[in-house]
């Protein structure tokens, strides 16, 4: 194995290693007032106060951050815009009927062109390169999975044109996956550097009169307040874009349980490894595990690798500085280097991870009442990199009271029961991922199906 002592871990993430920590900005001077103040400087509020803004300009917009905009996993994701949603289509198809999920997934392939085009048109250069994306199966029971899911996909409005099997040629031409037995491909996804972008968006807020005040700790939310250490901020709407941080307002930490996520990258790897893996069209990359990877190849030609590292912490407890454990960092380096034998010499230079929001059903969600002026938007469950545009554009919907087809998608006011209290709640997550990890060993040994292990935990998740 070969791990170095002195890879850097934590320090946020290896992203903003390459770009440095953005200058602070100033926090919030006093109580003041406003029609819309967002808490959470991510994707989620940098989206919803870039669309307010853009269709209503004179709106007096703040947005309200703990540590400075792009800090959460703003900053520290795998770096895939994809379509992929979180949650079960049944289970928003219940909502508002069958048609309306698949007008959600449609909305989803839409949104990932809309931030390719809102980068280009606000000259936010974030590495963005749609390459596609790349499931993998490595063994017969995930290969099984593939199909099964590639079946279940057409029923819910992908064609051919968004989801379709590989042939072994093309597969081994894209990308040579060490143990691939089958392959699915989908256009609809473009890799990012994700502080880039959120530094971007960001500065483009700004720049369009959003007043964003950093430094400035949300401790309470209520009806058209929204109280910080720094004075009390009274809005018409108050939205709280969050996520994985939920949990620290008061009130609010049975929400959304912050699920950890744990990611390495490499060091630039030589044109002879590259010859050898391919990846030219640089897809990102997943696997059929359920402790699944995600994986991409990087601008500068490194790969990035994450997956579930400890998964949650007692009592909704974030490590927000990203130091990741040594057995996280030794189990992605072995996952790396099964999947790309050829990259087994690269270094390590970076490890980091951080939270993502989950709701007791797994299911995203947008909400908006406007009889106390609460919003949010949240629970992506590591799918947020393009579902925040769309929440970013919902809300404006929203807020300016507009029925449109975005407001009527059935993810939007779909209310979710709370997580379990503790010790119920910690237990029952590292069950799921105990079993979760079982799993993926019997069927790397000897299974040709799903195993039981991952059925027990996804009943016990509730997915």
């Not at 749609?130 to 064609?159: F, M, S, V």
């Not at 629970?379 to 769309?390: E, F, H, I, M, P």
């Not at 040994?445 to 027990?456: I, M, Q």
Request: aromatic share 8%; hydrophobic share 40%.
């Amino acid at each position: 194995m070969n791990l170095t002592k002195d890879f850097a871990n934590g320090g946020v993430s290896f992203w903003y290693r390459q770009i440095g920590i953005p200058e602070r900005r100033a926090a919030l001077p006093g109580s003041r007032d406003y029609d819309v103040a967002i808490v959470g400087g991510g994707y989620t509020g940098l989206w919803t106060a870039y669309y307010l803004k853009k269709a209503q300009p004179d709106l007096r917009i703040a947005i309200l951050e703990k540590e400075f905009a792009g800090f959460g996993a703003s900053g520290r994701n795998g770096g895939w815009l994809s379509a992929e949603f979180a949650g079960s289509r049944e289970r928003h198809a219940k909502a508002r009927g069958r048609q309306s999920m698949i007008d959600l997934q449609h909305a989803m392939f839409a949104s990932v062109d809309e931030v390719i085009r809102v980068a280009d048109a606000e000259g936010i250069d974030a590495d963005i390169h749609k390459g596609g994306l790349i499931h993998t199966a490595t063994n017969p029971a995930q290969r099984r999975r593939l199909h099964e899911e590639l079946d279940e996909l057409r029923a819910w409005g992908y064609g051919e044109q968004d989801l379709r099997l590989l042939e072994r040629d093309e597969r081994e031409e894209r990308l040579r996956v060490a143990g691939a037995l089958d392959a699915t491909y989908s256009p609809h996804c473009a890799r990012i550097q994700p502080a880039k972008l959120a530094v971007g968006l960001a500065g483009v807020v700004a720049g369009l009169g959003v007043d964003i005040f950093e430094g400035t700790t949300v401790t309470q939310i209520k009806p058209r307040e929204a109280i910080t250490d720094r004075g009390v901020v009274r809005a018409e709407y108050i939205i709280r874009a969050t996520e994985g941080f939920t949990a620290g307002i008061e009130g609010q930490r049975r929400q959304w349980l912050p699920m950890n996520s744990s990611m390495i990258v490499t060091e630039p790897l030589p044109a002879d490894v590259w010859k050898h893996l391919g990846w030219e069209g640089r897809e990102l990359l997943g696997d059929e595990a359920h402790a699944y990877i995600y994986a991409q190849r990087t601008s500068d030609d490194r790969i990035a690798i994450g997956g579930r590292g400890v998964p949650y912490r007692y009592g909704s407890r974030t490590d927000d500085r990203g130091a990741t454990q040594k057995w996280t960092v030794e189990s992605l380096w072995r996952m790396l280097v099964k999947l790309f034998p050829a990259a087994a010499d690269a270094r390590i230079q970076h490890s980091w991870c951080g939270v993502l929001g989950v709701p007791r059903d797994w299911c995203s969600t947008v909400h908006l009442d406007h009889s106390t002026g609460l919003g949010w938007a949240g629970g992506y469950v590591g799918s947020g990199v393009t579902t925040t545009n769309l929440a970013g554009r919902t809300l404006r919907d929203l807020v300016l009271r507009r029925d449109t087809e975005l407001t009527g998608l059935p993810w939007v006011g779909r209310q979710v029961r709370q997580w379990e209290p503790e010790p119920l709640r910690y237990a029952g997550v590292q069950l799921i991922y105990t079993l979760f990890r079982a799993a993926d060993r019997r069927e790397n040994d000897r299974g040709t199906s799903t195993s039981g292990y991952a059925r027990l935990a996804n009943l016990i998740a509730g997915r």
